[in-house]
């Protein structure tokens, strides 16, 4: 018989922190079997960068749609083992859908904290379909986590954002899902940087695999920020970050220093790739590996094209990139690029021999 996946908490474990492991939470363990997500051949990747194989983790195929069901999986598990009452969390986007989700399942209240002004409700979409609520607050975004600290720190109320380090464990397990896949770790590991959450979890994972024994050798951690939300790379706040890119337009990340550190300690790079770049990525992707992402997920390919360009990818190389979030979150970008141009049907008449002629049968 095929093994049934469990979920995060329960396959790894073994390389969980005490108050995570699902023996200590028994009953608390909130789960919808995220995780375990494709890891694709990409064999297009092999030929713009003449590296000897290259793999896509299709993180958004989890069950909220991005990879921060990872990290959600565990600290909903921690906020219902600890009796809280509500989780809060400040965000426009992936963690808000991701935390109201699992809050239901753990049958505890949402609270989602958006600034002032607009808001595009349709990246709220499904954080509302799940019953969470949607509290507007008078304020800009650092207003919001401010007021969701103080909430989490005077009532039974936990915060689940990524400055959560529950988060950070559920996390690093797609990097065990990758050493399981590989039989060893990768050469160099691509992916998105935002609040830099993810790299951050990424290189822990592949340190504590290897020193479990479960790989030989540990990759280069090659992260890419948006040119218009490139703090890490300029070495300061951007203060109005701007991008297509929405999940990763952040101008002061909560995770700069580990980002720093994982770049360093693993002797990678931290990058930045423009929108052009990202959504050419994005319409590869789609159309040469049948991958449909949202725009930020591309960045890590956008950036892995660009170093290939200048000539600084090893020839011979493994590499896994992540795609953190699925296209359907920000679909109108398959249908319109940077120029405005909408894509049209072709019309026919009905008639057989013209539809056979257009698709040159
Ligand atoms: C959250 C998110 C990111 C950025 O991840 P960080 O951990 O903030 O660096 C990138 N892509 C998608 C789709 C996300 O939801």
Redesign the pocket.
Known sequence: MAHIWQGLLKEYEQYMPDYLKASTLGDSVVTMREGSTPFLRASFLEEITGASKVFVKY??VNPT????DRGMTAAMSNAKAKGAKAVVCAST???SASAAAYAVRAGLKCAVLVPDGKIAMGKLSQAIAAGAHLLQVEGNFDDCLNLARKLSSDYPVELVN?VNPARIEG?KTASFEIVDELGDAPDIHC???????????YWKGYKEYNEAGQSTKLPKMW?FQAAGAAPIVLGHVVENPETV?T??R?GN???WKK?EAARDESHGLIDSVTDEEILAAHKLLSTKAGIF??P??A?GVAGLIKKAKAGEVPAGATIAIT????GL?DPQWAVRGLDGVEVTPTKIPVDEVAAAKILDL
């Open positions: 993180e958004g749609g991005s990879f921060k986007g992936n963690t990524s996390q992916l998105p940087v935002g609040n830099a959450g993810n790299i951050t979890a992260g890119a999940a990763i952040i990340p909560a995770s980002a992402v949202e930020a997920s960045a795609v953190t979030g699925h979150k």
